[in-house]
């Protein structure tokens, strides 16, 4: 579980709104407890509606605000509704956009289908692209107020992994979208953009 508040009593993320995908289990369940825990508003974003506002009501009895909103992520359809839905919880603002969904659909190069293929470069390249551009308007703003992109990628995507050629491109091709954004958005708008490298396993 994560840490309880270590921070400052207000939470170094206080008055900030976060958008996590795949966050009703494993690491983006526990990375919005913990943004929670410091003061942050966090958007549960997962296809699995029942898990999504579980884990919300369980940071709401902990004390944290959070708001559960089921949808696929690589539907278009359901990415405006997140950013829609996100925008009204944060009272006009959107400050962090956590790219965490997404699993492995693994094979040798050779018996890779295209649905399987196809499925994980959506899922790891196109929704992450298509909810930043979405979020965009409220990214490339000049408030005062901090903003940061943070793309999951993992050591396959770095370093490559037999079985996983499909996942592999895709989280290499994260890490290129992170610095891009970065510069995009960084010199003018002050946005932070950072890729967290993940071991294989279950998000």
Known sequence: MAAPKLNFPGGMLVGQTAIITGAAQGIGAETALL????GCRVVIAD???????????????????????????????????????AAAFGGGKIHIIVNNAGYAWDDPIEKIQDKQWETIIALH??????????????????DGEPRSIVNISSTSGIYGNAGQASYALAKAGLVRLTKTVAQEWGPEYGV???KSVRISGEF
């Not at 943004?35 to 410091?38: A, N």
């Not at 390249?125 to 000049?142: E, G, I």
Request: hydrophobic share 50%.
């Open 35 to 38: 943004f929670s825990r410091e």
């Open 47 to 85: 296809i699995d509606a029942a898990k999504a506002e579980a884990t919300a009501q369980s940071i709401i009895a902990d004390g944290g605000a959070a708001l559960a909103v089921a949808g696929d992520i690589t539907s278009n359809e359901s990415i405006a509704e997140l950013v829609e839905k």
């Open 125 to 142: 390249n196109t929704a992450p692209f298509k909810l930043l551009r979405a979020a965009a308007p409220y990214f490339m703003v000049k």
């Open 192 to 194: 932070r953009a950072n």
